[in-house]
């Protein structure tokens, strides 16, 4: 998915839903899903998280969604910044590589405020009993989320 920002964000989260299996039942004329998921704020987190903290420096480099049937991954290029760490970002701290695309996507409404995503994103798998993997890869920071 190529263009402005909030092209990106808004493209890629409409992917995403259109392609996550959701158990349904027919009640009278309509669909009715039977099966608690994620929120559409906790990928539209994941998405935006990946495009404003990403490394840009990496040349050649894509932000990728993977989709699977029990899992989504999201590979963003570059490691965490500075002294961040997983168990960090887990409970808040935060650290913006990218202030310019931060205060867009702030004044946008696509993000609340830093080091709030995260903690969001676990609080949600938490409620569904879901596991969620973070993890840095060569240069790559991966979030599996589990279906």
């Known amino acids: 998915v190529e263009g402005t920002l909030d092209y990106v964000i808004d493209t ?5 839903k259109n392609n996550i299996k959701a158990p349904s039942i027919i009640v009278g004329t309509k669909r009715v899903e039977t099966a608690n998921g994620y929120p559409d704020k906790v990928f539209r987190e994941l998405i935006a998280n990946a495009c404003v903290h990403r490394d840009y420096s990496i040349i050649g480099s894509q932000i990728r969604l993977f989709m699977f049937e029990d899992r989504l991954e999201m ?8 002294t961040l760490s997983i168990e960090k970002i887990k409970l808040g701290s935060a650290y913006s590589r990218n202030p310019v695309l931060l205060k867009f996507l702030i004044h946008t409404r696509y993000v609340d405020r830093l080091g709030r995503g995260i903690p969001m994103i ?17 240069e790559e920071f991966i ?5």
């Open 75 to 82: 590979h963003s290029p570059g490691r965490l910044p500075n």
């Open 12 to 16: 890629t989260l409409a992917v995403v």
């Open 122 to 138: 676990y609080q949600e798998a938490n409620k569904l009993g879901k596991p969620i993997k973070m993890e840095e890869f060569g």
């Open 143 to 147: 979030v599996t989320l589990y279906f």
